[in-house]
């Protein structure tokens, strides 16, 4: 990637502040409805080959915000195909694919339920590249466009997450301090701790975030 190419400080803080906030929704709602799951990577996106933390995935997407929009092959999607190898990814994309990495013939149950519950929130974020912020009506409307093997997970979840409380995203302001907005504890520290790391790894590299 070339220097230009680079993206600002508030450019990556805001990626990973989204992408922490994203997190921590899909972990409340794993947590809300009990789902135990085995994915190995977690929490949510933090962790893990191809994790939006990691260094050259996050540096890459975080210039996705800007505008214009920099080269799609040459810059973005490099760092999703890397994200797309991620446990979550790998089994709500392709459930019926064996993965020799991971000895995985089909998806469970779980792996259907945590990939409903990710597509669900991301769709309640405001993700420009998917239309904006979306209501519980309008995914179900997205859900029905979606491959067959999807969309009933995806409709099953609606319900059941609709609910519960909702979240207080809005209260994820700042990677230095950010308040448990309902996870776990032992996920919370686990953040705090990716949180720190990555905070450490982009200083190196004179990201003052």
């Known amino acids: 990637m070339t220097e230009e190419m680079q993206p600002t400080t508030d450019e990556l803080r805001n990626w990973l502040l989204q992408t922490l906030r994203h997190s921590m929704h899909v972990e409340y709602f794993l947590d809300q409805l009990k789902i135990v799951s085995d994915d190995p990577e977690r929490p949510h996106d933090l962790v893990g080959v191809g ?3 990691e ?3 996050a540096r890459r997407l975080a210039l996705g ?3 214009p929009k920099p080269d799609f092959l040459t810059y973005i999607k490099p760092a ?4 797309r190898q991620q446990h979550h990814h790998l089994m709500w994309n392709e459930p019926d694919k064996k993965d020799p990495k ?3 013939y089909e998806a469970n149950f779980t792996d259907m339920i945590l990939g409903a519950i990710d597509s669900d929130c991301s769709l309640l974020e405001n993700r420009g590249y998917q239309g904006g912020m979306h209501d519980y009506e309008g995914i179900r409307e997205v859900a029905l466009k979606n491959p067959p093997h999807k969309t009933p997970w995806m409709l099953a979840v609606i319900p059941l997450m609709q609910s519960r409380e909702q979240p207080k995203l809005e ?3 700042d990677l230095y301090s950010f308040p448990n907005i309902g996870v776990p504890d032992k996920i919370y520290k686990k953040m705090q701790e990716r949180v720190a790391q990555t ?4 200083w190196a590299k004179d990201f003052i975030i």
């Open 199 to 202: 905070i450490e790894s982009f």
């Open 171 to 173: 209260s994820i302001t």
């Open 80 to 83: 999703l195909d890397l994200h």
């Open 55 to 57: 260094r050259d995935v």
């Open 102 to 104: 991971l000895c995985i």
């Open 65 to 67: 915000s800007r505008d």
């Open 51 to 53: 994790n939006k933390f």
